[in-house]
């Protein structure tokens, strides 16, 4: 990715925590370059199927409907976790406060973090916290590492994707992101949109039984369209994805248009992507059973039909859906 | 319920009748948002050979001089509000966005009235960018900010009206359109008499769309229906949107604020009262004369940057030798490319093979 010509220093712009190309350039020109590591993901399989991953959390407001920081913080380890097979186990957390954050808002996080992980079946099992001067965190940041343990046979490979796979989705998309802004920058949209913030292991363990699956990923910043890209860059096998097929609620929609976004860039907290073999009727219905999935969808299928991740419109056309380098920003009129 | 304006039988019934079209015509575009939508859709590959569709200068970012970014650097204890799009444009050295990474308080604002909300806190400049449809909101909060005596309050004001940009786009020889697909939103505020000189003294059709593709499809429908019978007029296929008359509240706000004025188009060059400056009774919040700013800069472009022939729609921008090689919308250029509704974004986003 050519760098702009207009930069004279280079220095970080926010574009570079977007999740899409900047990110990825970054990682691989700075942080690779030195640490050498053996993916460029945020959770890798060490010994024993062993299992570990890290993130951190910086989401503002802190408090949005469907969730907070605390929640997104456990649920984002735990799928993170579950997209590599294993099962989560153990989170430890750490938290940096700045100066003046109001005790009674640390203890709501407190407990959201005590409820997802119960739910989840996960532990907390160690953290640290360290306090900022007023001005240098924006409130919380949270940073978690977590632990799981792959069961059994499992191995989710991506080499093993052909034409004729299938691509899966669980639920609607664009739902975090939009309840997130909509908060965020008080559009006062109605109805309010919730996030779909929510633990996938149980989801995911499910899953695995019940079809042959090549890939998975929670499509979080970058959205399904970075995710698909990043399947077609390893591969090098062509994706459609039909627009009829995307579940997507009307609000967001509506939202969408309205400001110039692409929903399928938008970050998702409760959604996994999935590739698996056809027929895919018994992973349909497995997953449809469970009641973070009842709105699951084949989206689009892999295909020599196309070099590159395309979208078939809903009048018959056919665009490409790139990689983009950021966020996608709001346009004027 | 389905979305009447995107059902198949109807686009496929006008995809049918537009396939048997055996003059060749070219249709120009003057809104980033039908320049998306069109690539959106994929209109193009629905249409035969003989129907080609241009861009026109239809993107306020793209022909914002570069100057209006320049010009906010330097100032210090300010917040620069900003519409998204405008942020990773170019100036001489940097964009927003960087000077954002080194400090400057640069804030995306969705509405004019958050950045009015800022000045109640700090001195506050809005980047006073757009078309008719993004005009009456930030005449708007000239109006508030003189009713509630907010000082910290100014606009860095580069505004453009688009029938003067029509007039000199027809007037020009070396350029041939034989219809416009003319703009949804800004026909919103301005109805569709102003358009009336594009058939009286040039001859030529337009139909105002709205963005639907069924939407894009009957504009173009009626645009070759007009040319076979050589009965030009400008016909409004958005009439659950646009009224002839326009928005009389929205018009009442400009003309409240807003005096016409010579406006310059990045890519174009100066067109006479395609402009707005800010009346004598607000200039309290005009950002040229509060921070001495002069926008007026040469019609320069980078070395091989054919973005005027783009905006013009004298060349698609795959023509153009830099295209997708040195400038991409990462590293653009010119123009065209900086915005994500340009000419050369958009045709770089779906319509490369």
Known sequence: MQRTIVMKENRITLGHGSGAGLTRELIRDVFHKNFQLPSLDDAVEIENRTVVTTDAYVVQPLFFPGGDIGKLAITGTINDLSMKGAVPRYILITFIIEEGFPVSDLKNVAQSIKKTAQTAKVRIIAGDTKVVQKGKADGLYITTTGVGFIKGDISIDPKKIVSGDKVIINGSIGDHSIAVLNKRQNLQLHPMPKSDCAPLNDLVQNMLKAGEIKFMRDPTRGGVATILNEVYEETKKGIIIEEDRFPIQKNITSVCELLGLDPLYLANEGKVLVIAKSPVKKLINKMKEHPLAKKTSIIGEITDEVKGVYVRTSIGGLRPLPLISSDPLPRIC | ?353
Not at chain 2, 143 to 150: C, D
Not at chain 2, 176 to 189: E, M, N, Y
Not at chain 2, 195 to 218: H, Q, R, V, W
Not at chain 2, 331 to 337: D, E, I, K, L, Q
């Open chain 2, 1 to 353: 319920m389905k979305n009447r304006f995107r059902d198949n039988k109807l686009i496929q019934k006008l995809v049918d009748d537009l396939g048997d079209w055996k003059k060749p015509i070219k249709i120009m575009e003057v809104c980033g948002s039908h320049t998306m939508a069109i690539g959106h859709w994929g209109i193009r590959k629905l249409l035969p050979d003989t129907i080609q569709l241009i861009s026109g200068p239809g993107c306020p970012v793209c022909v914002t001089p570069q100057s209006i970014i320049d010009a906010v650097l330097p100032l210090k204890d300010v917040v620069i509000a900003t519409f998204g799009d405008l942020l990773k444009v170019p100036g001489k050295e940097k964009t927003l966005e960087m000077a954002r990474a080194e400090g400057l308080d640069v804030r995306i604002v969705y509405s004019p009235l958050e950045a009015l909300n800022m000045a109640k806190e700090k001195e506050t400049i809005l980047m006073g960018i757009g078309f008719e449809t993004t005009i009456p909101g930030i005449g708007y909060t000239l109006l508030e900010a003189k009713k509630k005596n907010i000082k910290d309050y100014s606009i860095l004001p580069s505004l453009k009206v688009i029938p003067p940009a029509l007039d000199a786009l027809l007037s020009d020889k070396e350029i041939s359109i034989d219809g416009f697909i003319l703009p949804g939103h800004v026909s919103a505020i301005i109805g569709s008499e102003p358009y009336e000189f594009i058939s009286e003294k040039y001859n030529t059709g337009g139909a105002i769309c709205g963005f639907e593709p069924l939407d894009i499809l009957m504009g173009i429908k009626m645009l070759c229906d007009q040319i076979e019978k050589d009965q030009v007029e400008i016909k409004n296929e958005y009439t659950r949107v646009v009224k002839k008359k326009g928005n009389s509240q929205a018009l009442s706000v400009i003309n409240q604020v807003f005096d016409v004025a010579n406006g310059f188009w990045r890519g174009v060059g100066e067109i006479p009262n395609s402009g707005l400056s800010i009346k004598k009774e607000y200039r309290e919040f005009d950002a040229l004369i509060k921070y001495n700013i002069d926008l007026s800069e040469e019609n320069n472009f980078p070395s091989g940057c054919q973005c005027g022939e783009v905006l013009k729609g004298k060349i698609i921008p795959s023509d153009c030798a830099l295209f997708g090689k040195v400038c991409t919308p990462d590293s653009p250029r010119g123009a065209c490319m900086v915005s994500s509704e340009g000419s050369c974004a958009a045709y770089y986003r779906y319509e490369r093979e």
